[in-house]
């Protein structure tokens, strides 16, 4: 028998390519080519890291024949993927937040050649965060100055605990900074606590009621003693109580749909005005002067936002009023906001497209030169209105995830895929190239949602014949021209 | 390749040349004694200028700020922008253009070498993404490192030689140029809301002073041997009455200097050359300023000259551009690095009605036509603090004819012409001094060996301008001197024809040049040196680097330090 010597490395400082919060610390143990060990990560990112060639992997370019997805080699697969957007008039190009920055700068180059309309994921998430940056502007920092510096941390409409699981650990209250120290010591010992009372209080009931109270405990009824508490202190302010809200100093339930009633009522107890109602979304006024205080109070004060605010009623008022909180705190003491960005690199696809064009999403390249007027040239309205003739969907999954009437228009034309997945919107399209994971088998450039720009690093080899998006994208492009050129000497 | 241009008036005051009629040669992207002249492309030049390329010494074009300055102002960019060509990418302006659209406009003027002035190490990978992607133009970018932790805390315990082997390392990992300092110690500050409000404040928790900070890096600059000096935004930026405090910072290194060699420059120095005790009172400190530079060797200042326009005010100075905003209304944006720096956006329109503004416009030529040697004040307006850079011909009319001055002199605020110092200076520039301005001295200032000049060896970045020094008056025809400066005739880089009448000829990449600075004992990445970088920043070691594989023209110079 043969004694097969297994090659092991180890693979330090790897960044994360799940979630915006771009962990840079991972640990990867490669045997054989593959990834057998995470550490540092958390379980989005170990279940990434580890299986990201087990599920759903496509592995050979395919073009829809008769009606049906057929294996075809790579370059047939390019050519068809040119044509497409050759012949098309108003093409569209959207997903670019889950691959690299650099497979983006092609992007937008192929998007110009053809006139299309290029767009990104923030047109579903934090577009009306940068709609409203663009009208209000925005006070903020990287995540090492709320690390060093705030003793106020405040999470609104997010749940950083369950979407990005290290980023309080790593970034927020239970970091050790320069002039802050970690809570962590303080939750441990309140977690404890909490979980001890809720085995007594369960077990009074078992023996002596054996039925739910009639009256649920209110905790939001009474301040909790956290708040008088020395250091770093964390609310969460939010629809119902998440994971995050339960390890914070203090919840604050707001009723749904009205995040914005309750940010205009800090807005004004922050300017010293008066409220004279009993209560604001479901809040009870004291309470909320008694967190507004914290806010003035504290010596630097974080607010990070998620699509709780983004998406629920009100979206542009809610963070235009988000922002101008913060800006008017900025009057008394030192406050920044940050939205929690989710792809690991929505922001890096904002940065390329702003640099290259201007503006940061839906940018309509029809007349030549970059145009942006979200709700016009944004896809899901392109596709609303039923204008595009063909679409190119980079590493994302709309037909999963916009509105129907938009993903029945994306299907009903031609439509290329770029993913390392056989995601939904792969099965109904009319070519598909698969990509390699990038981050895992190709390198790159992602942009944390604070904007510091992390390599990204190619730990093992692709599978066989699978390129990296940005490779993919460049041979689409100079298939283009080639085209191009040929039906111009054609036409002359 | 080989190319001839013919029959110029030369510009080249590094080598002494004063609009002498000659022909200039290149092979291979240098200038060349002689090339044969039946097979090289030829240009004839006869009744135009050919000056070297441009230089400029501080223009905010790329990274973070400027990108989130081009993100809040899509209001900025509607009415202006270039549609792609054939040969070109498509883009949009004005303030904060896009990065094609701004190496295009620059090459339209004939400039070849911009100087990006500051960078937040922590994100130098994104302004080094950017400068790949500003096309025509070599450019070089200055690392921010007045408020940078280890700085700070090295100048305090005295430890100079330490402090230099790190920002040695820092020059060469962030692929920087040159050490800049903005309001030092005030950015620290600012990250906790406060600031500093003279070169003697403690800079809180750190025990430092700002004076104690340029002292040190201006040493340290002079270990390292760096190209250029310390690269100087002042504390009280755009404060009434802080000329006292620009004083106060040239003065500080006046024993540091060695000869005639400068050993600080004061960027957009008109931002700090505010008399008056505030806004109703304010006036004019240049004539104090240029004095002390007139009888100091040992400064160079940029002008920072103020258009009336609507424009993006950015810079690293967070608590000055949160002051702009309060006193606006207009909207802000901040943005503090961990560690480093900080920086902050405001949009801002410059009125000539407005007193305020007028005198800063006033301002600024009074420090250009004050300061006597061209080699020591160079045109900038802090694009886009002052203004877009494609106002530089207008400065340039400006600078050389006194009815330009009057005419606009008359347009502005009545109170703020009355205070002008401009109506009693004659002094109108000559094209060599503009060449001195707006090139040569500041590739001198840079330590540019084969930028601004013309001699065998340089690089072949040339621009030809469609004037004829012999026939035009500047001080009567500036509107003709304008125009010549607005569209170059040729823009030459590397010895190939790029621009052509205002018409992009060829989209080139132009390189990025960066400093390899070699120390003796280089600071050494120990376990303990990894721990201290995870406790400052929320980044591993391994990542923190630009790597040169971000650099798609990397051009090194290798400097040997004195430690
Ligand atoms: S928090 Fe986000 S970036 Fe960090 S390890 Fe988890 S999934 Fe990855
Ligand atoms: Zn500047």
């Known amino acids: ?492 | 390749m080989e190319l001839l241009i013919k029959n110029g008036f030369v510009y080249d005051p590094i080598n002494g040349v004063n609009g002498e009629k000659m022909d200039i040669a290149t092979r291979d992207g240098k200038i060349v004694e002689n090339v044969n002249e039946s097979k090289a492309l030829k240009i004839d030049a006869s009744g135009m200028m050919v000056m070297p390329g441009g230089v400029d010494i501080h223009c905010h074009i790329a990274g973070s700020e400027v990108n989130t300055g081009r993100l809040l102002r899509p209001e900025d960019h509607f009415r202006d922008f270039e549609r792609k060509t054939p040969k070109t990418r498509s883009g949009v302006g004005y303030s904060v253009p896009s990065t094609f659209t701004t190496g295009y406009r620059y090459a339209r003027m004939g400039y070849t070498t911009i100087m990006n002035p500051s960078m937040p190490p922590l994100e130098a990978k994104h302004t080094h993404e950017e400068l790949n992607d500003t096309p025509m133009l070599d450019k070089a970018t200055y690392p921010l490192l007045g408020d940078w932790w280890f700085v700070l805390e090295y100048l305090k315990d005295g430890k100079i030689e330490e402090c230099a082997r790190y920002v040695a390392w820092m020059m060469t990992t962030t692929k920087g140029y040159a050490i800049k300092i903005v309001n030092p110690g005030g950015l620290e500050a600012w990250g906790s809301g406060r600031n500093v409000s003279s070169i003697d404040d403690q800079v809180p928790y750190f025990g430092t002073t700002s004076r104690e900070i340029i002292r040190g890096l201006c040493k340290v600059n002079k270990l390292l041997n760096l190209p250029h000096t310390i690269h100087v935004h002042t504390n009280n930026l755009g404060k009434p009455g802080n000329y006292l405090t620009a004083l106060d910072t040239m003065k500080c290194v006046e024993d540091l200097a060695s000869g005639d060699k400068p050993a600080i420059h004061i960027t957009h120095c008109q931002f700090c050359a505010f008399k008056g005790s505030d806004w109703r009172t304010i006036k004019s400190g240049a004539e104090e300023i240029a004095k002390y530079v007139n009888n100091h060797s040992h400064v160079t200042l940029d002008t920072g000259q103020v258009i009336f326009t609507d424009t993006t005010t950015m810079t690293a100075d967070g608590p000055f551009q949160y002051g702009l905003h309060e006193l606006s209304g207009n909207k802000w944006v901040n943005h503090d690095v961990e560690t480093e720096t900080s920086s902050g956006i405001v949009p801002f329109r410059y009125r000539r009605k407005s007193y305020v503004h007028a005198i800063q416009w006033s301002t600024g030529l009074e420090l250009a036509l004050l300061v006597r040697d061209p080699w020591k004040i160079f045109m900038t307006t802090d694009h886009p603090n002052g203004g877009p850079f494609i106002y530089y011909p207008r400065i340039i009319a400006w600078f050389m004819s006194r009815k330009a001055r009057e005419t606009t002199l008359k347009k502005i605020n009545p109170r703020a012409e009355s205070r002008s110092l401009l109506p009693s200076t004659d002094r109108e520039l000559s094209f060599y001094e503009i060449a001195i301005m707006t090139r040569a001295g500041q590739a001198n200032a840079l330590g540019l060996k084969d930028k601004g000049h013309l001699g065998t060896g340089a690089d072949a970045d040339i621009a030809v301008y469609n004037i004829n020094p012999e026939t035009t008056d500047p001080s009567k025809k500036y509107r003709t001197v304008r125009r010549a400066f607005e569209n170059a005739a040729y823009t030459i880089k590397g010895g190939k024809i790029v621009a052509k009448n205002g018409e992009i000829l060829r989209h080139v990449k132009g390189a990025t040049m960066w400093l390899d600075v070699q120390v003796s004992e280089p600071i050494k990445i120990t376990e303990e040196m990894k721990r201290r970088f995870r406790e400052y920043w929320t980044v591993e070691y391994e990542n923190y680097p630009v790597t040169e594989n971000y650099l798609e023209v990397s051009h090194p110079t290798t400097i040997k330090a004195d430690v």
């Open chain 1, 1 to 492: 028998m043969g004694y097969v010597k297994r090659k092991m490395t180890i693979v330090k400082a790897v960044t994360c390519p799940v979630c915006g919060s771009l962990c840079d610390d991972i640990e990867l143990t490669i045997e054989n080519g593959r990834i057998v060990k995470v550490k540092n990560g958390c379980a989005m990112c170990e279940s990434k890291f580890l299986s990201h060639n087990s599920e759903h992997r496509v592995l050979k370019p395919l073009i829809r024949k008769n009606g049906k997805l057929v294996e075809v080699s790579l370059e047939e697969a390019v050519k068809r993927a040119a044509e497409i957007l050759a012949e098309a008039n108003y093409p569209i190009l959207y997903g670019w937040s889950s691959t690299s920055c650099e497979a983006t700068r092609v992007g937008l180059e192929l998007a110009e050649e053809v006139g299309g309309v290029i767009d990104n994921t923030a047109v579903v998430c934090h577009g009306p965060s940068i709609l409203s940056i663009q009208d209000i502007g925005i006070s903020s920092c990287t995540l090492g100055q709320i690390r060093h510096r705030a003793d106020l941390v405040v999470y609104w409409g997010s749940n950083p605990w369950s979407a990005h699981p290290r980023h309080i650990e790593r970034y927020t209250a239970f970091s050790e900074g320069r002039f802050q120290r970690s809570a962590w010591k303080g939750y441990l010992t309140k977690i404890k606590a909490s979980i001890a009372k809720k085995k007594i209080e369960s077990a009074l009931r078992r023996v002596f009621f054996r039925r739910k109270p009639s009256v649920p405990p209110q905790p939001r009824m009474e301040l909790p003693p956290a708040m008088f508490k020395e250091g770093r202190k964390l609310i969460v302010i939010d629809v119902r109580k998440t994971k995050s809200a339960e390890i914070a100093d203090y919840f604050m339930q707001v009723e749904p749909n009205k995040d914005y009633e309750l940010l205009q009522a800090f807005r004004a107890l922050i300017r010293d005005q008066e409220i004279d109602v009993d209560e604001v979304a479901g809040v009870p006024v004291g309470y909320l002067e008694e967190v507004a205080d914290l806010m003035i109070r504290c010596g630097f004060g974080i607010l990070f936002f998620g699509v709780g605010l983004t998406m629920s009623k009100g979206k542009l008022r809610n963070i235009d009023a988000a922002l101008s909180l913060v800006r008017d705190l900025n009057m008394r003491t030192k406050f920044v906001i940050m939205p929690m960005r989710g792809h690991f690199n929505v922001a890096g696809a904002n940065t390329v497209f702003t640099w290259q064009t201007g503006y940061p999403y839906a940018v309509d390249f029809s007349l030549g030169y970059p145009r942006y007027n979200p709700g016009e040239t944004s896809v899901t309205d392109v596709l609303l209105r039923g204008e595009s003739e063909a679409s190119l969907i980079v590493a994302s999954d709309p037909v999963a995830n916009f509105p129907r009437k938009a993903a029945e228009h994306l299907v009903k034309n031609p439509l290329i895929v770029i993913d390392p997945h056989m995601s939904v919107t792969a099965q109904m399209a009319d070519v598909v190239i698969p990509s390699a994971f990038v981050g895992i088998e190709a390198s790159g450039t992602a942009y944390r949602m604070d904007h510091v720009p992390l390599p990204l690093k190619k730990v093992v080899d692709p599978p066989k014949g699978v390129l990296p998006d940005e490779e993919i994208l460049r041979r689409i492009l100079s298939e283009v021209r080639k085209l191009k050129r040929k039906m111009l000497v054609e036409a002359a």
